[in-house]
């Protein structure tokens, strides 16, 4: 779900990915993710269609466990897509630095999470909020 300057533009997002989890401590695991992350645009209220934007964004992180509750602090990069081959100019057209706080729950092989993700590039600061499963290998 877009929150911010973000929320204007596009609506709820959908994607996949993948991550790889090592333990590097009793309780600490380093993560690393790389995924897809596609946005349905909007129209503004002055009439002007925003195409379609896509992201992979790839991340490393750690993670905290607490019995099979968890923290989660991930960082990394987001680069634009677009499904018109290119994102709309302005904000979207380079990519992004990311920081993504999270709670979850493991339970056996499915983890499931939410967290905020929040963009930074050169020109604003965007984000949203969103719910993950996953299941592991």
Do not use: C, M
């Amino acid at each position: 779900v877009p929150v911010g300057i973000f929320a204007n533009d596009f609506k709820t997002g959908v994607g996949g990915g993948a991550g790889i989890e090592y333990q590097i401590a009793n309780k600490l695991h380093a993560t690393a993710s790389v995924s897809y992350l596609h946005f349905r645009g909007k129209t503004t209220p002055n009439r002007y269609i925003v195409p379609d934007l896509g992201a992979i964004p790839a991340s490393l992180g750690l993670k905290y466990y607490i019995n099979r509750l968890y923290v989660k602090f991930d960082a990394g990069r987001a680069s634009y897509t677009a499904k018109s081959g290119n994102p709309y100019g302005g904000y979207y057209h380079k990519g992004a630095f990311t920081i993504s706080p999270g709670l979850g729950v493991r339970i056996k092989h499915l983890d499931v999470q939410a967290r905020v993700e929040i963009w930074k590039n050169s020109y604003n600061t965007t984000g949203f909020a969103g719910f993950r499963a996953g299941w592991y290998f």
